[in-house]
């Protein structure tokens, strides 16, 4: 009998454990998103530089290419192109460019990686990406040093820390891509260097932030003039 009641029990305590797991809504919805490939040449992408930046430099400019481990899934008859810069500084020291969009990019939901191709020139420069919260503070992510050469995968985690929704009506609903910045270390060769991008990707939550009735954040209640 008490062998009986015992395995009663253990089936109860089972259904207990599984039932909020079967009855709680799915609020996950985990989704990989391209910001740009850069192969329509058209992403409003610009670049900027510190005030030792030679006469004529930075330049920005798509050229016809493709990292080897993405060119599977390119089609045969579709051309890719990634985005490259070149820049020159008149002398060395605390030398950095940013290649940016011209509107920044807002992400959707809450973002955990960044994920791009980067081909390095075997500089001892270091890449960053910035990005900015729902306070629009900017912050920097290390991607790590370009004393590669070729192409590289890079993927980084955004820190929890990062707050990418503003709790505020008129606030940033989401994390925004601010751009790449490079900079150079203090006693490396700071002419004829080179870089390229592509395929720069993200993967998020995209319902995160959407809760029952969130459509009516955006309802509009007129001039608040009583008409």
Known sequence: MKKGVAVFGGLILALATCLPAVAQPNIKAVETIVVDNFDAQD????????????????????FEG???????????????????????FDRKGDNWFEVYQENEYEFRGTVTQLDFWVWGANYNYNLELLVRDAEGCVHSLNAGSLKFQGWRNIILNVPTWINQH??????????????????????????????????????????????????????????????
């Open 43 to 62: 992403g409003g992408w610009k670049v900027q530089a510190s005030r030792y930046a030679s006469e004529g430099y930075p330049v920005l400019k798509y």
């Open 166 to 227: 503003s709790r505020l009506r008129n606030g940033r609903r989401n994390l925004s891509f601010v751009g790449f910045r490079v900079r150079s270390a203090s006693n490396e060769a700071v002419d004829n260097f080179v870089i390229y991008f592509d395929n720069l990707k993200y993967t998020s939550n995209t319902l995160s932030n959407i809760y029952d009735g969130y459509a009516l954040k955006d309802a509009d209640f007129g001039s608040g003039d009583g008409e």
């Open 66 to 88: 493709i990292p080897h481990s993405l060119s599977v899934y390119q089609p045969s008859d579709v051309p890719a192109y990634v985005l490259g810069v070149k820049t020159a």
